[in-house]
Structures are given as structure tokens and as C-alpha cells.
């Protein structure tokens, strides 16, 4: 656009940039975050060393015999680690001045300054859990990323193994947030409560665990942190250890095996096979793949991103909406100055691509006055869900692709949307006394 133009209609031009600046800095904020999300899922899935979950297909654990299941699992060659798994929501009593000390049976509500807090709590078997671990000391649990600072000093889960009756070790390796905020420590108390407010077990902290929580917002409503104990142990605090139904007697439940395969096994169609093989071998339990699992979220993201960037989409498309309907104004008020031009013999063709280059000055100006506002709103949407979900994730990403994917989308709006001005613009007709002619 010239000079003499922009100027001339300076304020109409200034609040036009503006609109496009707030809807581009709105486009990079949401589509920024629409990828943040894809890429934080898609990365914590593919981190994780699990090629295949067994799991139950309700809340209740349903998976029996769950250690000797594992443990012939591992037999298999195309196996290179197996683990099983109980999680549990459940509740620990927490002493807040530490001096109390509690046994199997006692009550909460008698015991003053008892807190109890919603936890997440984990049964491994310690030695199959470290063929998933490496040297990091990481491990992933439903695809959150645990790392470790202690570790339990039995390996083959002693307690289970003396069929519930001995060697119990009341091992718990505990959130960090429930460390700091209860200011605990190694080697305290803490007690597994019942749904009758009974003490069902007691526990001594020997480490600390670093998680995706951070200890507040709606997870915090739901889970105050995590804590990892030892299989059987955690089976018979939770009477998972042997339930009675109405088909007999079930033991050593628990509710997923994970399964790594053996690296040698790298094809597709044997990867499925071996599915196939476990899926006729637990009947009534789900199994799947790490690919299935990939495709699951792909689903679930997409529908997140549908509505980030659809959302984005219809804010942008609103201020280009305003930059043509101005542009059309623009054109009405210049009807005169391009009668001239076309008069002096400028073409129609020139007058258009003029008007559309003017619609493009005008929304590139927007653009580059909206991007630090879209980088900065991306951090905040970022903070704000992190805060909102109290989740230790990155909700955003704001990449050049991001930029480059939200401008050329700016650039090709604008293009569409500047048509209609332009051939409004380029089908005014010249004015006749101003056309030359020839001296008779």
C-alpha cells in the first residue's frame, strides 16, 4: 500500500491491523497448544518401554495369579521383560506432628492429627520392574513418567512369596509433593486406611518418587500424589490378595502385566502375531499394542485439536471478515482516484492485484505486531492448564511450524478474501473526460 493511502486513512487502517493482530496472536496461541498436547502425549506414549499391556477390562483387578503369570510370560522368547501391576485409588493417614504410632486395626477418627490423603498407590514386583527401568531409574506407569530417588531392598517381593504370611518390609516409596507438603521424610510412618477407616497396613518411607504431578489443581482433587510399594503387600491392604466370588476363590489379583518385546522381534506382523497369541490366551482381558494405544490418543488429540484450531479458525476468519469489508469501503471511497487511473490507462488488471497487495500489507502488519502477543499467550495458556490440571507437562509448543502453518493460513485467507474488493475495485469504469483524443 502507498504511503499517501495508508496515512490518508490512517485510524481505519490502525484499528484493522489491530483486529488481525489480536485474531493472528488468538491463531498462534490455540495452535500452539493444540500441538503442545499432541506432542507431549505422543512422546510420553513413545517413551515408554511397554510394547504390550494386558489389563482388566473394569475398575476391579481381574488379572489372577498375577506373579505366576508374569513369571511364565517371561519364559517366552520374544519376551525381554514383564512386570506385573495393581494400582489402586487409595488412602494413606498421615501423622502431621509425627509423634503418633498406629497398628493394623486402629481407627482413624480416634486418633487426632491423623490427615488422610487420596493417593494413587502402585504394586510392582521390584526386580521385574528394573528390567523396564535401565540405569535412570525411570520407569513408566500409565504413561507418566516416574523417577526414582531410593529403591526397595527386596527384589522378589518377599511377602508374596511366603504366601502373605511373613518378611513384610512396609516398603512405600513416595510422591515428592507429599514429601514436601507433609514435610516427611525417610524413614516415617505412614498408614493404608481402609474404606472402614480401619489401618489396613503401615508403611515406612525409604524414598521419594518424581511424577507428572505437581500437587495442585483437579488432579490434586483426585489423587494427592503416588505411592509404590511392593505387589502382594499392597494386594493384601487392598484384600486383593484372595477375594471370594461367586465362581470360588480368586488370589494374587492384579489389574495389567506389561510386556516388553524382545528386540530381535522387529517386524510388524510378528509384533501381531504375538497380540493375537495373547489375546486367545486371556480371554476376557484387554490387550494392547503400543501402536494401538498411539492410535487411541491420535484419535483423542485430534478432536482437541479440532476444536483449538477450529476455534482459532473462526477468530482469524472474523478479522479478515473486517479487513475486506474495509477494504470494500476503501475501494468506494477511492472510486474516484482509480476512475482516473483507469482514465491514464492503468489496466484492470493492475488496479486488482494493487488492491490485494494492499489487503496483504495490511494483514502482515497485523501478523507481525500479533506475534509476540501469541508467543506470550501460549505461555500463559501453557501456565494456566498446567495450573488448572496440576500436571508437570508441557501444554504448548510453540514452534516455527506453528508460525509458519498460522501465517500462510493468514496469507491465503486474506488472498480469498480480498477477491471481492478487488474486482470491485477493478471494474470501475474509467472516466470518460478524462480519456484522450486525438486533435482533428
Not at 505366576?68 to 488412602?91: H, Q
Not at 466370588?245 to 495389567?256: F, P, Q, R
Not at 502453518?405 to 478487488?422: D, K, Q, R
Amino acid at each position: 500500500m502507498q504511503l499517501d493511502r495508508l496515512t490518508r486513512r490512517w485510524a481505519r487502517n490502525v484499528l484493522t491491523v489491530i483486529a488481525i493482530a489480536i485474531s493472528f496472536s488468538m491463531l498462534l496461541s490455540l495452535s500452539s497448544v493444540s500441538l503442545g498436547m499432541y506432542r507431549a502425549s505422543e512422546e510420553r506414549l513413545a517413551g515408554s518401554p511397554r510394547d504390550i499391556v494386558i489389563s482388566s477390562l473394569g475398575l476391579q483387578p481381574s488379572i489372577e495369579n498375577s506373579h505366576l503369570v508374569s513369571l511364565e510370560l517371561k519364559k517366552d522368547r520374544n519376551l525381554s521383560a514383564v512386570m506385573p501391576l495393581l494400582t489402586v485409588i487409595g488412602r494413606l493417614g498421615i501423622d502431621k506432628d509425627h509423634e503418633r504410632t498406629l497398628n493394623v486395626g486402629d481407627r482413624i477418627s480416634q486418633n487426632e492429627g491423623i490427615e488422610t490423603v487420596t493417593v494413587g498407590m502402585v504394586g510392582i514386583v521390584p526386580d521385574m520392574a528394573r528390567d523396564f527401568m535401565g540405569d535412570q531409574n525411570e520407569l513408566f506407569i500409565r504413561s507418566d513418567h516416574l523417577r526414582f530417588d531410593g529403591w526397595f531392598s527386596e527384589g522378589e517381593d518377599p511377602f508374596y512369596r511366603s504366601a502373605y504370611r511373613e518378611n513384610w518390609t512396609g516398603e512405600l516409596i513416595l510422591d515428592e509433593n507429599l514429601l514436601e507438603e507433609h514435610d516427611l521424610d525417610h524413614g516415617d510412618k505412614v498408614y493404608h486406611v481402609n474404606g472402614t477407616g480401619q489401618v489396613s497396613a503401615v508403611y515406612t518411607i525409604i524414598g521419594g518418587v518424581r511424577t507428572s504431578l505437581i500437587g495442585a489443581g483437579l488432579s490434586s482433587e483426585l489423587l494427592g500424589g503416588i505411592g509404590i510399594v511392593n505387589l502382594g503387600e499392597l494386594q493384601l491392604a487392598t484384600g486383593n490378595h484372595e477375594r471370594d466370588t461367586s465362581e470360588g476363590k480368586s488370589v494374587d489379583l492384579g489389574n495389567a502385566i506389561y510386556l516388553e518385546i524382545d528386540e530381535r522381534v522387529v517386524s510388524s506382523e510378528e509384533k501381531r502375531q504375538i497380540s493375537m497369541m495373547l489375546e486367545s490366551r486371556f480371554p476376557g482381558l484387554e490387550v494392547t499394542s503400543k501402536e494401538s494405544r498411539l492410535y487411541s490418543i491420535d484419535e483423542e488429540i485430534l478432536i482437541l485439536e479440532v476444536f483449538a484450531v477450529s476455534a482459532a479458525a473462526a477468530t482469524i476468519s472474523i478479522g479478515i471478515l473486517f479487513l475486506s469489508s474495509i477494504m470494500i469501503i476503501d475501494v468506494e471511497d477511492r472510486r474516484m482516484e482509480i476512475s482516473i487511473m483507469r482514465a491514464i490507462g492503468i489496466s484492470r488488471r493492475t488496479i486488482f492485484i494493487q488492491t490485494v497487495r494492499d489487503s496483504l500489507v495490511l494483514s502482515s502488519l497485523g501478523a507481525l505486531i500479533g506475534l509476540v502477543p501469541g508467543w506470550m499467550g501460549s505461555g500463559l495458556l501453557d501456565t494456566f492448564l498446567r495450573d488448572l490440571y496440576g500436571l508437570n507437562i508441557s501444554f504448548s509448543s510453540f514452534e516455527p511450524l506453528v508460525f509458519l502453518g498460522s501465517i500462510s493460513y493468514l496469507l491465503i485467507l486474506t488472498s480469498l478474501f480480498s477477491i471481492l474488493p478487488a474486482v470491485r475495485a477493478s471494474n470501475i469504469m474509467p472516466r470518460s473526460d478524462l480519456r484522450y483524443q486525438p486533435h482533428g
